[in-house]
T-cell receptor, first 110, second 113 residues
Framework: SQQGEEDPQALSIQEGENATMNCSYK?????LQWYRQNSGRGLVHLILIRSNEREKHSGRLRVTLDTSKKSSSLLITASRAADTASYFC??????????FGSGTKLNVKP | EAGVAQSPRYKIIEKRQSVAFWCNPI?????LYWYQQILGQGPKLLIQ????????DSQLPKDRFSAERLKGVDSTLKIQPAKLEDSAVYLC???????????FGQGTRLTVV
């Protein structure tokens, strides 16, 4: 079964707006990662946050992690049409198993 | 640095036929994953290898799917016999160890008719 659940399932915004998507997971983790998948393409790694970290930044991306709530959020600031894609969180648990969530489909309208 | 290589890119087979997919991970990566991604869903882990040992195959339908990792490097995933519901993209990924980022191949799109 999937470890993570993303919310919302789909998100549509205007170019320049911020996009926030959330991920909840079930078991204790070592780290949490976010990936992007453009339609029909492979997954691309965006950012990794370890279980002892609370926030991480990379360019226009900001990720937070709340291990007490077993949740994470990905914020994309000043979105662009090129950010249109599906976004997945992935976790590796204490048994070193690596699972993906169900994804958020982001559409950025020009 | 070469990425994860997968072949074939596309495959169309009839139900009850067999099919095999091949994956060559990034050199030096100990962990290798096979995922099944049905259209509109997230990748579902089928099997995870650490070197040539299996870490997790709890979601692999073992009555029809099999996978091996030769000498801890290349891997093959086989389906025999295929069912209509096996139509999906099969993704291979590798990482140095499980706690680092995973690199994905372009996937094999399987259509079972």
């Amino acid at each position: 079964s999937q470890q993570g659940e993303e919310d919302p399932q789909a998100l549509s915004i205007q170019e320049g707006e911020n996009a926030t998507m959330n991920c909840s997971y079930k078991t204790s983790i070592n780290n949490l990662q976010w990936y992007r998948q453009n339609s029909g393409r492979g997954l691309v790694h965006l950012i990794l946050i370890r279980s002892n970290e609370r926030e991480k930044h990379s360019g226009r991306l900001r990720v937070t992690l709340d291990t007490s709530k077993k949740s994470s959020s990905l914020l994309i600031t000043a979105s662009r049409a090129a950010d249109t894609a599906s976004y997945f969180c992935a976790t590796d648990d204490n048994f070193n198993k690596f699972y993906f969530g169900s994804g958020t489909k982001l559409n950025v309208k020009p | 640095e070469a990425g994860v290589a997968q072949s074939p890119r596309y495959k169309i087979i009839e139900k009850r036929q067999s099919v095999a997919f091949w994956c060559n991970p990034i050199s030096g990566h100990a962990t290798l994953y096979w995922y099944q991604q049905i259209l509109g869903q997230g990748p579902k882990l089928l099997i995870q290898f650490q070197n040539n040992g299996v870490v997790d195959d709890s979601q692999l339908p073992k009555d029809r799917f099999s996978a091996e990792r030769l000498k801890g490097v290349d891997s093959t995933l086989k389906i025999q016999p295929a069912k209509l519901e096996d139509s999906a993209v099969y993704l291979c990924a590798s990482s140095l160890v499980v706690t680092t980022e995973a690199f994905f191949g372009q996937g094999t799109r399987l259509t079972v008719v």
